[in-house]
């Protein structure tokens, strides 16, 4: 069932989600990335330790992509038209991460049903990693939005 704009209310958080983040699944996710052979941090314990680092962590555009993956699931059928986000603690596997949002604002842009969320990456602990802003362009049966005709974009801070 496709996301209504209509039916958000500023303040719903969207169902969290949990994820586990192994070894094996950062070193595919570097095979594919092709970073330029400058990966030991994100594969590598020892290495990541020599570089002042707890253990190995998860590049930061594949969060990036798990916040981008969680906000599309709970658009359903709608667009992230935006995806901001502030890189607070290194996120280290493997581990279990939680990823959590809440609505913070729904405007009319431009023609577009605008849902503006926090999202985060969280720990074991609640300890957030990883923060962000998105833009999440939602239909509604009431007032049609249009949909964008390129897809969404992602800055990195």
């Known amino acids: 069932m496709t996301r209504d704009y209509d ?3 500023m303040g719903d958080e969207l169902v969290p989600a949990e994820k ?3 070894d094996q ?3 595919d996710f570097c095979a594919v990335w092709g970073s330029g052979g400058g990966t030991a941090r994100f594969t ?3 290495a ?3 570089e002042g680092l707890p253990q190995a962590i998860v590049p930061g555009i594949m969060s990036m992509n798990y916040m981008a ?3 599309a699931g709970w658009a359903d059928g709608g667009l992230v038209k935006k995806l901001d986000v502030v ?3 290194p996120v280290v596997h493997p581990q279990t991460i939680s990823l959590v949002g809440v609505v913070t604002d729904k405007n009319q842009v431009g023609g577009e049903n605008q ?3 926090d999202v985060y990456i969280q720990n074991a602990h609640g300890d957030r990693l990883v923060g962000g802003k998105a833009t999440v362009v939602l239909s509604s049966k009431e007032s049609p939005a249009k949909q964008p005709g390129r897809r969404g974009t992602t800055n990195r801070k």
Request: charged residues 35%.
């Open 7 to 9: 039916q958000v209310e």
């Open 20 to 22: 586990e983040v192994t």
């Open 25 to 27: 699944m950062v070193l």
């Open 44 to 46: 590598d314990h020892e």
């Open 48 to 50: 990541a330790r020599k």
């Open 69 to 71: 993956q969680f906000l």
């Open 87 to 89: 890189f607070r603690q």
């Open 115 to 117: 849902v503006e969320c």
